[in-house]
């Protein structure tokens, strides 16, 4: 069992920046693809970003050249750098882990969520 918590979303003006955070619990956090999903009101949730354990990274088109997934394994944590904001980023953003490297279907473990929006 994983446990994940997000934090680091809010308010932010179109073109500038966010640092989402998420913590995970469990000794076995090195071994999981770490990742990160967004759902925007009225849509389906989306891969966002996809990191392996070995330090791979899958970044989605749609935020490619501006959002950079990292993990710490030792701190078990993984976060989503997100920069040149656009408003069609506002959504709720979501940590996943899986033991699969796929990223084209949902699995694995959740967060909460946390709220991210950016305004025009």
């Known amino acids: 069992q994983v446990q994940l918590v997000e934090s680091g979303g809010g308010l932010v003006q179109a073109g500038g920046s966010l640092r989402l955070s998420c913590a995970a619990s469990?000794?076995?956090?090195?071994?999981?693809?770490m990742g990160w999903f967004r759902q925007a009101p009225g849509k389906e949730r989306e891969f966002v970003a996809g990191?392996?354990?070995?330090?791979?990274?899958t970044i989605a088109d749609s935020v490619k050249g501006r959002f950079t997934i990292s993990r710490d394994n030792a701190k078990h944590t993984v976060s989503l750098q997100m920069n040149s904001l656009k408003p069609e980023d506002t959504a709720v953003y979501y940590c996943?882990?899986?033991?699969?490297?796929?990223?084209?279907?949902?699995?694995?473990?959740w967060g909460q969520g946390t709220q991210v929006t950016v305004s025009s």
């Open positions: 996943n882990a899986r033991v699969i490297s796929s990223w084209k279907f949902e699995t694995g473990y």
């Open positions: 469990g000794r076995t956090f090195m071994y999981y693809n």
């Open positions: 990191i392996s354990p070995s330090g791979g990274t």
